[in-house]
């Protein structure tokens, strides 16, 4: 059974930082790429960032340039630096594997406002 446990979240002003993890329980990391997703206060669940097993990266255009999406498959985590934070950027952000969903963890809040 595969579980994620999202951390890192928190309340954080305009222009500020965050560093999000997500741990994966399971022997999935050596075999499928992993992705951010996150969900904004009544709207859908979307796509931010994914890597996969061999380090090919593609992030959402809205946080091209400012979030950083990586990997430590030694430690089954994945990390999500986040830049520049917007207040658009406000959602519950979580983990998973894109091609094969396994159930959801229970996310972290992530609160950009001044």
């Known amino acids: 059974q595969v579980q994620f446990v999202e951390s890192g979240g928190g309340l954080v002003q305009p222009g500020g930082s965050l560093r999000l993890s997500c741990a994966a329980s399971?022997?999935?990391?050596?075999?499928?790429?992993m992705g951010w997703y996150r969900q904004a206060p009544g709207k859908q669940r979307e796509l931010v960032a994914t890597?996969?097993?061999?380090?090919?990266?593609n992030y959402a255009d809205s946080v091209k340039g400012r979030f950083t999406i990586s990997r430590d498959n030694a430690k089954n985590t994945v990390y999500l630096q986040m830049n520049s934070l917007k207040p658009e950027d406000t959602a519950v952000y979580y983990c998973?594997?894109?091609?094969?969903?396994?159930?959801w963890g229970q996310g972290t809040q992530v609160a950009v406002s001044s």
């Open positions: 998973n594997t894109p091609t094969v969903l396994y159930s």
């Open positions: 399971g022997s999935i990391f050596s075999i499928y790429g």
């Open positions: 890597i996969n097993t061999f380090g090919r990266i």
